[in-house]
Structure formats: C-alpha cells, structure tokens
C-alpha cells in the first residue's frame, strides 16, 4: 500500500507556529482528518490549519469524533471507526493527514489512531510531522525555563497529580500540570496545602489571542478552560 497516514501537529494555535513542513503537506494532501469531541462539534486542530494553510480545493476533510468519555467501550467504538474512515481512504490509494493540537505524540487523540493502525490497516505507513506542543508554547507564555543543566522536568495530567504535588515539586526543578482547567479549585486547594502556591503560573490559550498568564492562582476563582496549564517552578525567585 502507498498511501500514508501522517500524523500532523499543528501547534498550540497561533497558524504561524504550525510548521513548514506540516504547511507543505496539509497543501498536497488528498485527505485532511481532524479530530472532534462530538458530532456537530468543531475541532480546533482543523481551525488552526485552515488559518495557516486556507481550504485546499478537491481536499477531503474528513472529521472524526473523539469522545471525551470516561466508558472505555465508548472509547474503543469511536476509536475503531475512526480508524475504519482512515483505513478506507488508505485502503483506495489516499493518503490521510489527521491534524492535532500540539504535537501528535504528547496526549492526543492521533495516539488512538495509532494503536488501532497495526489491526486497522496493517500495510500502511505511518509518520509523523512533529509540531510545537503546548509544554514550550507555555513556557514561553510565562517566560519559565523548562529544564536546564541537570535540572529535570515532570510532565503529568492535573487530575492524576492532586494527592502528590509535595512530592513532584521536591523531585523535579519544573512540574507541568496539563488538563488543569476543570480541576483548578482542587489544585489550587492542593498547591496551598503544600506551600506552592508562590511557586505555580497558570497559563490558559497559550498563543492564542485569548493568551492569560496568571501568576497570583489564588486570584483565580472555579474553573478555567480545557486548554489550561499549571507550570511548577522550583525557586519564585528564579522568575522574572
Ligand atoms: C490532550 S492535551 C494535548 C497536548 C498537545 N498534543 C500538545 O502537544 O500540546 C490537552 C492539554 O494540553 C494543554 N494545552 C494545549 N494547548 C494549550 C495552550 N494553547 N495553552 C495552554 N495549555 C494548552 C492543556 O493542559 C490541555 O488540557
């Protein structure tokens, strides 16, 4: 088989940081597919390819629904017909570029199509075009070093990370707490009880004009938007 299926990050959403490469093919490309959490929803990752890339004439754009649940059989269903969608395109000669946020490797939905691609379409090829990932896009929001000389840096999910912050903060220099959005009252609640509090930014819409940097999280009331990080550094006073 020599259609391809490309997984393509697109960035954290500014078009300007989707890449060159991945501007190139999202050009040539017979099939363009975007991830969705529900049907009639929009999908973000296509939003920011169009506006760097505009519409494509005669390009398939095919969506594909990922739903956000917490049944892993509903999982599985999407996942497999998202796959079959794929597989058939691939199946008739046309390569598939499936777009996502960030980068395709760091908790996307392209993973999932990644595990079903041995059983779905075992023949085809399968790349990946890196993107700019939300982890720097936010460090640069709130100019915060990432990792440096022997420094280490934790990546984890907020919702799994609220009963061992002392401990992450303690074992590495920086922790990026992703998915924080929609549990930001219990990490807030969290990072108060270990001392951090001083030590958090909160960065929600990384690039985008909706960019908020939040430096004081205690001014913070409820919850924010999906797209939320909390970056963890170990020195308040190493901040500018
Ligand atoms: C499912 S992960 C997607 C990660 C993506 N593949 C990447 O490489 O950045 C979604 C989480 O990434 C973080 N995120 C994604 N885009 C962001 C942005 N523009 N600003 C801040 N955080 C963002 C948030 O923590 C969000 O809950």
Not at 15 to 32: F, S
Not at 108 to 131: H, I, K, N, Q, Y
Request: charged share 25%.
């Amino acid at each position: 088989m020599s259609a391809v299926l490309h997984g393509v990050g697109v960035g954290p959403g500014a078009p300007d940081l989707l890449t060159l490469r991945a501007a190139a093919l999202l050009r040539e490309v017979p099939v363009v597919a975007a991830p969705r959490r529900a049907e009639g929803e929009d999908s973000l990752a296509l939003r920011i390819a169009r506006d760097a890339v505009g519409e494509v004439p005669g390009q398939e754009t095919l969506l594909l629904t990922f739903p956000m649940s917490r049944d892993a059989q509903v999982r599985r269903a999407a996942r497999e017909a998202a796959a079959a969608e794929v597989g058939a395109r691939l199946a008739s000669g046309r390569s598939v570029a499936f777009v996502t946020e960030g980068d395709p490797l760091v908790y996307s939905t392209f993973l999932d199509l990644l595990a079903e691609s041995r059983r779905a379409f075992p023949e085809a090829r399968v790349d990946v075009v890196p993107g700019v990932s939300s982890l720097t896009a936010v460090a640069a929001a709130a100019l915060v070093p990432l990792a440096d000389g022997d420094g280490r840096l934790a990546v984890i999910p907020a919702p799994t990370a609220l009963g061992e912050l002392g401990e992450l903060a303690r074992e590495f220099e920086t922790v990026l707490l992703l998915k924080a959005g929609g549990v930001l009252p219990d990490l807030r609640a969290a990072l108060a009880r270990e001392g951090l509090l001083d030590r958090a930014v909160l960065v929600s819409g990384a690039t985008t004009v909706g960019e908020q940097v939040t430096r004081d999280l205690a001014s913070v009331q409820g919850r924010t938007g999906y797209f939320s990080t909390v970056l963890l550094t170990r020195a308040p006073e190493g901040r500018r």
